[in-house]
C-alpha cells in the first residue's frame, strides 16, 4: 500500500455498510462528484497533476436566484530545486504553476487560491535571509504579472500567497496574498495575522505580524457572481478569532494556504478549517503543500536532534468544507492537484438561518471577556473548593 | 451489522495498513487503554453498562510532578418514561444514575461528569410548562442530596448538570450545573451560556443564557492533585469564544455535557470538542445523552413535518480529547456507558510551550475587532474589486 494513501481512498474501498458508518460521523452527507472531461482527465495523468471536482448541495430559495461559482485549490511540490540559482527556481515553478492554474481553469474554475509562499521553497526554517532575495511585491513585478496574465486568460480571479517585498516600507518582508480580479486587475492584499513559533517554522526571523485586520474581498466572477473572500494565510488556522474575524466583515469563503508538515499536524488537518466552516457558516478552502524540500545547506530544529537539511514532508490533503459542515475528500497526500468545487454562496445565509449561530453568538460578553484579559492586572474568575479553603 | 456501531468500532476492525491511516488523519497516536478487572467488566454486562479506560500520553517534567487525574464522562438513556408520574421518574433516573457513579468510582475515577439534564428526559422539545415541576435547585433539594452523598461515598469530585430552580431570583428556571468537591460539599454552580433556537431545542422557551461568566472551578481531587474545571454546556460547544473564554480563566478540562440529536449534530460531533481542546490547549470532554424519548403529547419542530411524539436518537458517542489533539475511541452510540480516562494536567504547559498559541493569539487585535463589530454603526472591512466600482 502507497504510505500516501488518503483516509478517503480507505474508506471509499470499503464495503458499503462500513463506509456509511465512517461517513456518518466524519463526513456528513457525502458529497457529489462532478463528471470530468475524459480526454482531460488523461492529459492530466501524463503532467502529474490529480485533478478531483465536487459539488456541494444547496436549496434552491423563492426570492433570490442560486449564487453558484466554482472555487479550486492548487497544492504542489517545490518544482524546482532550493539549490539550483534563483531565477531558474523561479522560472521552473512558474512553468508548473502555469500548468495547475489551466488546469482549475479547464475545469470551470472561477476563484482559484494558490498555496502559501508558491513562488519560492518553505526558505524560512533556514533562518538564512539570503532567501528574501526571492521575496516579490504584491501588485507589480514577476509574480503579480505572471498571475495578472493568467487571471486575464482565464477570466479567473486568483489568490497568489507570496514571500511579500514591500518596497513602499523600507523594503520589509511579509506573509501575503495578493488578490487578481477576473480581467487581471490588482483587487488589494492581506497578510499573514499569526506568526509560528513552533519546529522548523521559524518565520518569526523574516517578518511580523500583519496590522492590515481581515480585509474581505468583494471579487466579480466570470458569471456575474459577486463573492465575498478572506485569506487565512496558514498558522492563523490554530486561532478560532481569526476564522471568526473574516466573518464577522462577511467573508461568505475563507481561504488557508499552508504549508505544514507530518510530524507536527496531521492529526489536526482534518478538524480545524472544517470546525471553523461550522462555527461561522462559511466555506472554507484548506491548502497544504507536498513533497519534501531539501536544502543545500544544513539546520537545526531546537528539537535536540541534528541538524539537518528537510524539514519533513508536506502532506497536501487539501479539502474544502461547506457552511453545514459536508466537506469533500483530500488531494493526495505527496501530487500535485487541483480541487474545484462547486458551491451555492446562498448556502450561508441558509445555514445561519437555520443554526443561528449569528444570533446566539453573545458578541458583548466576549468582547468584555478579552478587555479584561488583555488588561495587565487580569484575575481569572475561579471559585475554589472549600476543601482548599484555610 | 448495528446500526450503532461507532467510528472507532469498524476502525478497529480493519487490517493494519488501513487502520494506520485512518489512525494517522482521524485520531493522532492512538491512547492506550487501561486494563479493567474482568470480574467487575462481567457485572457491568448484566447491568447493561458499557465501561472503557484510557491513558493519555504525557512527558515526565524535570521541575514538576506529573499531576495525574482520572476523568469521567457518562452517558445514558432516560431510565424512566417520561409519562411516568413526576416522583417516579426521579427515583428511577437517581436508581440508575446511582450504579453509573458507582461504576466510574469503580474504574478509579476522580472527577465525573453527567450528562446535561440528568435528572430529566430532555423535555423542552415540548414547550409545556408542566415540565418545570421537576427542576431541582442546585446547592440542596433531592439532586444536591443525592450527588452530594455519592461524592463523599467515593471520595470524587461530580458534576451535576440539572434543569436548575433558582427558588432565590424568583423561581426562575435555567440549564446549570452543580458542582460538589470529594467530601460531598457543594462548590458552586455555572450556567449555560448560549441558548439554542434549532429544531427540537426550545429551550428558550424556558430559561434565558447565563450572565454568571466563564467560571472555572479549582477542585481538590482525592489523590491530591488539584484540577481547574470549566463546564461549556452544550450549544456553547458550537461558540470558539466561549470554550476560549473558560481557557482563558485557566481551565485544564472543560467538560460539555450535552443533548443532540443525530439529524442535526452527528458530523459535527467529532469536530468541535476536538477542535476546542486543540485550539485551547485543554483537554475536553465531550458528553452526550443516548436513546430516543417518547413524551406522553404531540408537538411540532417548525421543520414543516407532521406533530410527533419524539425528536430522534441521541446517539451518545461521548469521547475526551487532549490539549495535542490525541483522543480517545467513543463510548457506544445507543447504550449507557462510563468513559473513564488517566491524564497528566502537565500537559496542558507542555503543549502551550511547544505550539504557542498562547503566546500568538493576539487579543488586544480580537479584543478591538468585537468592539467595533457590537457598535450600531459597525462597517465590515471591505476591499472592492475595480470591477465593481463605477
Redesign the interface.
Known amino acids: 500500500?502507497n504510505q500516501h494513501?488518503?483516509?478517503l481512498?480507505?474508506?471509499d474501498?470499503?464495503p458499503d455498510?462500513?463506509r456509511k458508518?465512517?461517513y456518518?460521523?466524519?463526513?456528513?452527507?457525502e458529497v457529489e462528484s462532478i463528471e470530468l472531461d475524459t480526454e482531460l482527465i488523461s492529459r492530466l495523468e501524463e503532467k502529474e497533476i490529480e485533478l478531483k471536482a465536487y459539488k456541494m448541495q444547496c436549496k434552491l430559495e423563492e426570492l433570490r436566484d442560486p449564487r453558484v461559482v466554482r472555487i479550486a485549490a492548487i497544492q504542489n511540490k517545490f518544482a524546482s530545486s532550493p539549490s539550483a540559482p534563483f531565477a531558474e527556481q523561479w522560472q521552473i515553478m512558474s512553468q508548473r504553476m502555469a500548468e495547475l492554474i489551466d488546469t482549475a481553469a479547464a475545469a470551470g474554475a472561477h476563484i482559484v487560491c494558490l498555496q502559501e509562499c508558491w513562488t519560492t521553497a518553505f526558505v524560512m526554517a533556514t533562518r538564512e535571509k539570503i532567501w528574501n532575495a526571492m521575496a516579490v511585491p504584491a501588485a507589480y513585478g514577476p509574480a503579480a504579472d505572471f498571475i495578472s496574465a493568467k487571471a486575464k486568460e482565464h477570466r479567473m480571479v486568483i489568490l497568489s500567497p507570496i514571500l511579500e517585498r514591500d518596497e513602499a516600507h523600507a523594503d520589509t518582508i511579509h506573509n501575503a496574498t495578493a488578490?487578481f480580479?477576473?480581467?487581471g486587475?490588482f483587487?488589494?492584499k492581506t497578510r499573514k495575522?499569526?506568526?509560528?513559533?513552533?519546529g522548523d517554522f521559524n518565520e518569526a526571523n523574516y517578518y511580523t505580524?500583519a496590522t492590515d485586520?481581515?480585509?474581505?474581498?468583494?471579487?466579480?466572477c466570470s458569471n456575474g457572481v459577486?463573492a465575498?473572500i478572506g485569506v487565512n494565510i496558514c498558522?492563523g488556522r490554530?486561532?478560532?478569532?481569526n476564522?471568526?474575524?473574516y466573518s464577522?466583515?462577511?467573508a461568505e469563503v475563507i481561504f488557508n494556504p499552508s504549508a505544514t508538515t507530518d510530524g507536527l499536524s496531521?492529526?489536526?488537518?482534518?478538524?480545524?478549517a472544517?470546525?471553523a466552516a461550522?462555527?461561522n457558516s462559511v466555506y472554507t478552502v484548506a491548502i497544504n503543500r507536498v513533497g519534501t524540500e531539501t536544502f543545500p545547506r544544513e539546520f537545526t530544529s531546537g528539537d535536540m536532534k541534528p541538524a539537518h537539511k528537510d524539514f519533513g514532508h508536506f502532506y497536501g490533503?487539501s479539502y474544502v468544507t461547506a457552511p453545514n459542515?459536508?466537506r469533500t475528500p483530500g488531494l493526495s497526500r505527496a501530487e500535485d492537484g487541483v480541487l474545484v468545487t462547486e458551491v451555492d454562496l446562498n448556502l450561508q445565509r441558509q445555514t445561519r438561518d437555520?443554526?443561528?449561530?449569528n444570533?446566539?453568538?453573545?458578541?458583548?460578553?466576549?468582547?468584555d471577556?478579552?478587555?479584561k484579559?488583555?488588561e495587565a492586572e487580569f484575575v481569572?474568575?475561579?471559585?475554589?473548593?472549600?476543601?482548599?479553603k484555610r
Not at 485586520?213 to 466579480?220: A, K, Q
Not at 490554530?238 to 478569532?241: S, T
Not at 481569572?380 to 482548599?388: C, F, I, M, N, T
Open positions: 500500500m494513501r488518503n483516509v481512498d480507505v474508506v474501498s470499503l455498510e462500513q458508518v465512517l456518518r460521523e466524519l463526513y456528513g452527507p488578490i480580479n477576473a480581467a486587475q483587487v488589494g495575522n499569526h506568526i509560528p513559533r513552533v505580524e485586520g481581515h480585509p474581505v474581498f468583494e471579487v466579480l459577486v465575498r498558522f490554530h486561532h478560532p478569532l476564522w471568526l474575524s464577522l466583515n462577511g496531521e492529526p489536526l488537518w482534518s478538524i480545524e472544517r470546525n461550522i462555527a490533503s459542515g459536508q437555520a443554526w443561528m449561530f444570533v446566539t453568538m453573545r458578541g458583548e460578553l466576549y468582547r471577556m478579552l478587555q484579559y488583555c481569572p474568575q475561579r471559585v475554589v473548593d472549600p476543601a482548599l
